[in-house]
């Protein structure tokens, strides 16, 4: 607990906060607190993307015939006369003997197209003296009256006839509905109440087996996503066309709604529809329970994209079973729904799966739907799931997210929004349930969104930050390695085993004398240019200052290397070698003679930004750092170019050193023995091997106070090397300790006493 307040929430807390206000916005939207057209929208583009990803398997038990352009072509134009209708209706059920025929068209008018009106009135006024004419009349009627002639044809048949509800007129016969308000015991079922409707010809009505609705529900954005399957006008429940012909196909002998529950137990939400979760058709050989939602509607489960090449059931155009030349197999038995696809015909509904939807196939969908006793629905504890669902994964996205890398927080939320999409499509397919899954999937999206913007805009660009500060110490390819992972490094303050050096321009003020001000910042820039190429690029040291013309580098942060010591040493042997040819190049141009000195010491030392609130740097400090200083400073002398300590010696020994001496410099009260480092051991050649190895020697000599041995092993190197200013420094010495001997507690330590 006590970490979570100290760490995690300083850290996270801001992310938390707000991936906590988006689950909780999420959660309110499931539960219909409020709410946004997007997100239903989006609800209706994921049902239609389920729907899109089943197959489609032909239903050879629904049969459309199509008044399409082939009919109109060959008929003619449409509405067609009642005598075609009659046709039609005679061929497919006297002929063709069909199951069952739906109309998805209305007859609300009487057809007169016959003419026999006409003549009828002609007989009575302008033509009343044609003998016979009134007889012939008479004679013709009953096949002149071809909404007579409709009638009989569906007479005795199983034949529904569509009709439309209407906000603005009541107009024609009504069937027998369903049932009635007064059966339902005091119940109240909520459904769509149209005022009025346009239903056909009474004669018609009479005549036919039944009839229902066809009118289309259209979502708010004009999608037909579901369907009502009862609508009450006035007292009256009555069915639609895809209910009413399949209870016609069944021989159904009632539709009534199911109460699994009485009154007292259902809460106000229920009462208001009655407790009804759905409606049952009773037929002769079983009972099929229908689910509905609120107001007796049912999802519509769509198959295929719809039209003759949908891939969901076959299409026969109309013409051909009025000409006889459709096939008798496909219709035998099968329930034919007549509609149309010819678009100047206005019956093309936008739907999930296509914008370009024939309306006749919605209802075919839905008899389907009913013959299978399969439906799509939302349960009362859809709810419930949907809840927890975004609970769930809200508040374990809001805490992980936040803590996890970019490619990790990729990971899960595409794990979390792969594992949503599959359970939402399971549950949708094997267990026929409709999940919403907008407002989860917006979940997932917005809190995946929002902490990676979060991490670049805060995180990255901090890490951004802090790597582009290194990079004005380190080399560009150590800057690359921090920016993969800026989180692995930071300016705080450590305490760690490090590697620093020192490196100074012998006799400086001389040289800034002898040389004009143009050519002195020349001179300098090109000297510090060169010593800074081979600390920072070279091995990968960081460049910590230059304090005049000393310049200060360390190795082992902000990258760690386990080998800093190494590098360092081995930085200090390029970088004498590059004094070295800047050394030629300077005197060829006249200038002063270039000769440096650098200190190396390796210890724990306290590493991190520090300064001031003006200036802040990133440096380190500590008694190993001020040894090697004073390291670089007495190099001079020893006549070497590079001191180095004894730790430094003992972390990287593939060096061949030679000892220099056991010194015991201001502020230490404990000598170190330091080293000229001489090359690597597999590059020096074996005589100065051999050197070192005799000079060793000699200094334990004269350690041991055997001056005269000491001396003559000295002379003896001097000898072969007299450019060694350290043999003339220990000549020299030996000849001072035989005028004024050491006393008896003498350690060989040579002590400092200056910076």
Not at 329 to 344: C, D, E, N, R, Y
Not at 627 to 633: N, P, Q, V, Y
Not at 706 to 720: G, M, P, T
Request: glycine letters at 8%; zero cysteines.
């Amino acid at each position: 607990m006590t970490r979570l307040r100290s760490r995690w929430l300083p850290k996270y807390g801001a992310r938390w906060a707000l991936g906590l206000v988006l689950t909780l916005a999420a959660v309110l939207h499931v539960w219909a607190l409020f709410d946004s057209d997007a997100v239903e929208r989006l609800d209706g583009f994921l049902s239609g993307l389920r729907m899109r990803v089943e197959k489609p398997v032909l239903d050879p038990r629904i049969v459309i015939v199509d008044i399409d352009e082939k009919s109109l072509a060959q008929v003619g134009r449409f509405p067609w006369s009642r005598d075609i209708q009659a046709d039609l209706v005679t061929r497919l059920t006297r002929e063709y003997k069909v199951g069952a025929v739906g109309f998805d068209i209305s007859f609300p008018e009487t057809d007169n197209s016959s003419g026999y009106k006409v003549l009828e009135k002609l007989s009575r006024e302008e033509l009343k003296d044609v003998p016979g004419l009134k007889s012939q009349l008479a004679a013709l009627e009953a096949r002149m009256d071809y909404d007579g002639l409709f009638a009989r044809a569906m007479q005795g048949q199983p034949v529904v006839l569509g009709y439309s509800v209407s906000e603005r007129q009541t107009k024609g016969m009504l069937p027998a509905p369903a049932f009635t308000a007064a059966q339902l015991n005091g119940r109240e079922v909520a459904a769509y109440e149209p005022e009025g409707y346009e239903a056909n010809i009474a004669r018609l009505q009479q005549a036919a087996s039944g009839a229902g609705i066809f009118t289309a529900l259209t979502d708010a954005d004009g999608v037909i996503r579901s369907s009502t399957l009862l609508q009450r006008i006035g007292d009256g429940y009555y069915p639609s066309l895809s209910l009413a012909t399949a209870a016609v196909y069944l021989k159904a002998r009632a539709i009534f709604p199911h109460f699994e529950e009485t009154a007292d137990t259902l809460s106000e939400a229920e009462l208001q529809n009655g407790g009804l979760d759905k409606i049952v058709m009773f037929t002769p050989q079983r009972a099929i329970p229908i689910p509905v939602g609120y107001g007796l509607v049912t999802t519509v489960q769509f198959r295929g994209t719809g039209g003759p090449d949908g891939g969901a059931f076959r299409y026969v155009p109309a013409v051909d079973v009025l000409t006889g030349a459709a096939d008798p197999a496909v219709l035998k038995g099968a329930i034919v729904l007549v509609g149309t696809t010819a678009p100047g015909l206005k019956d093309i509904r936008v739907t999930p799966v296509n914008a370009e939807y024939p309306g006749v196939e919605v209802h075919a969908n839905l008899i389907k739907s009913i013959l299978d006793g399969r439906f799509k629905s939302r349960p009362d504890f859809a709810l419930a799931v949907e809840f927890f669902q975004v609970l769930g994964v809200g508040l374990a996205l809001t805490f992980a997210l936040a803590v996890l890398s970019p490619l990790k927080s990729i990971v899960l939320a595409g794990a979390a929004l792969t594992s949503a999409a599959l359970f939402n499509y399971w549950m949708y397919a094997s267990q026929d349930i409709v999940l919403n899954g907008a407002a989860l999937t917006l979940l997932i999206l917005a809190l995946f969104v929002v902490n990676v913007a979060w991490g670049y805009f805060f995180e990255v660009r901090k890490g951004q930050a802090l790597v582009s500060r290194f990079g004005e110490y380190v080399a560009p390819e150590l800057v690359a390695e921090m920016a993969d992972d800026p989180g692995k490094y930071n300016m705080d303050g450590d305490s760690r085993e490090l590697s620093v050096m020192f490196v100074d321009v012998r006799g400086f003020t001389t040289i800034s004398e002898g040389l004009a001000p143009k050519e002195l910042r020349e001179y300098i820039n090109l000297y510090l240019t060169a010593m800074s190429e081979d600390i920072r690029d070279s091995h990968r040291g960081t460049l910590d200052k230059y304090i005049g013309d000393a310049v200060m580098a360390f190795w082992g942060a902000p990258v760690q290397f386990p080998d800093h010591a190494s590098r360092a040493v081995a930085t200090a042997l390029l970088m004498q070698a590059s004094a070295a040819r800047l050394d030629e190049e300077f005197r060829a141009r006249g200038w002063p003679a270039l000769q440096i000195g650098i200190g190396v010491n390796t210890g724990l030392m306290h590493v991190g930004d520090m300064g001031s609130k003006i200036r802040r740097a990133y440096t380190v400090m500590g008694d190993a750092v001020n040894l090697a200083a004073r390291l670089e400073g007495i190099t001079k002398v020893y006549g070497a170019g590079i001191a180095v300590g004894e730790a430094t010696r003992a972390a990287a020994p593939e060096f061949l050193y030679r000892e220099l001496d056991r010194v015991r410099v201001k502020g230490k009260n404990e000598p170190v023995a330091i080293f000229e480092p001489l090359g690597h051991r597999d590059a020096v050649d074996a005589g100065l091997a051999q050197e070192v190895a005799e000079w060793a020697g000699a200094l334990a000599t004269m350690r041991a106070r055997d001056w005269d041995a000491a001396q003559a092993a000295i002379e003896a190197l001097r000898s072969s090397r007299a450019d060694r200013p350290l043999y003339r420094l220990y000549l020299s010495r030996i000849a001072q300790f035989r005028l004024d001997p050491p006393g008896a507690d003498w350690d060989g330590v040579t002590n400092f006493e200056t910076k």
